[in-house]
């Protein structure tokens, strides 16, 4: 069953047209550049609740500016995720869910990432990127996913001219 048809099914929710554009995107890295209130945090929810419970020995990482934003999605999570009994929880040091060898934490770039670094990740979602640092991104998150050869999922408003920007100046002629 591809994703749409599992989320259909399992939560009955449907993503908007642009959403289920960049859902549907395949690619090692992918940006999206969006206003407010477009459903960054639902969309991301989605899509990460899916993998979690299709993948196999899969671990996937929300990072944001900070903790508190990331732990919106990963409340998110949790509430789609509440029927399920076998699934471990833990909020302390920092959320974390766990379904057999599937993972998901929830992570603050904040003091330039110290906190992220030496951790791995095969799928990496980065809320409100443009707000962290070009450093951070390109020095501690980039190379999380270097042994994985993970995934990288950007989304944010634009903010200055920055890594976020680079990267969509780059994905700009490939969305077609
Ligand atoms: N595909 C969708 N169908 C219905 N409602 C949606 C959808 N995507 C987002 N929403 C709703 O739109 C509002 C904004 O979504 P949210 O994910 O918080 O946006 P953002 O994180 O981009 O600010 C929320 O109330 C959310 O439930
Ligand atoms: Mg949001």
Not at 143 to 165: C, E, Q, R, W
Request: overall charge positive; some cysteine; glycine content about 4%.
């Amino acid at each position: 069953m591809n994703k749409f048809a599992f989320i259909k099914e399992k939560w009955d929710w449907k993503p908007h047209l642009s959403q289920k554009e960049f859902m549907a995107f395949d690619s090692k890295i992918k940006i999206a550049a969006c206003g407010r209130r477009w459903g960054k945090t639902e969309a991301s929810a989605y899509d990460m609740a899916y993998y979690f419970l299709t993948e196999e020995n899969y671990s996937q990482m929300i990072v944001s500016p900070t903790y508190d934003q990331s732990k919106l999605i990963f409340r998110t999570l949790e509430s789609l995720l509440k029927d399920m009994k076998n699934i471990e929880i833990k909020r302390s040091p920092y959320s974390y869910m766990k379904l057999k060898n599937n993972i998901i934490t929830a992570r603050t770039a904040d003091n330039d990432g110290t906190g992220l670094r030496g951790n791995k990740a095969d799928r990496i979602v980065v809320d409100e990127a443009a707000y962290i640092k070009d450093a951070v991104i390109y020095e501690v998150i980039s190379p999380m996913l270097a042994d994985t050869n993970g995934d990288l999922v950007l989304i944010s408003t634009p903010f200055g001219k920055n890594h976020f920007y680079d990267f969509y100046k780059k994905g700009i002629n490939r969305t077609k």
